[in-house]
């Protein structure tokens, strides 16, 4: 955990943040009887000395990472889910939303032994994975150093400046949508409770297994026939390192 906790402080003194939320607890109605609660691991909020803008980090002790193209399958809804949050918060919907991250914080068993090692050696580990808002001024005051080696996942700029083709970025109108995806995945569980359905159906996308994550899993009268297969074709920035 030093070693992160080294790359943390290191980016934080990159960024122009004016605010740091840790563990923020929100909660919102969904419906009469419906009600849904959380916490955000981490939001920073940084100005380019006209507006502030929000990111968000969650962090992963496991391999875990974002997949835009699976959210309105049901998968790869956290960070959906907390632009949902954030939007129905009174105090946090001022901010222009302009990033939401996966950070894995676990360095793998060998690169963990080797405490020697320096900390540009091990930083691409650390890298946030997920969407950034395309605008440079504010990317840049989340990391005033995007251009040249950022602290974000994926190749953002060329040498010239300008976006790389294979930039996990999105303008202004996909970040104030995706809320509203998470909103009608919730809904549509809600509905389903509501309505007693709760037929056994487990998804899987692209050959991944179902279930691994059900602790009931191996008391389940689930037949092979039941398992709903989805095959999605990613884009191909969401698979850049």
Known sequence: MRQVDSWISEHERRMNKVAVFCEKEVAITIDSHTFMSG?????????????????VID?????????????????????PIYAYFIKQDPQLNTYALSGLYIQPILLSQTSAKEESVALESYAKAFRYQGLTIDEPTIIQSFDDCAKEESVIAGSLFNQDGSFSSRAPIRNQAFFSQLDKRAEAMIKKAVTHIRDNDFVISPKTVTNTPPCQTCDFRHLCFRKETDIVRYEVVEKEEENDE
């Open 39 to 55: 916490r955000i691991d981490k939001m920073y909020v940084t100005t380019d000395g006209k507006k502030e803008y929000l990111f």
């Open 59 to 79: 962090y992963k002790t496991s391999k875990e990472s974002y997949h835009d193209t699976y959210v309105d399958y049901g998968f790869s809804l956290q960070l």
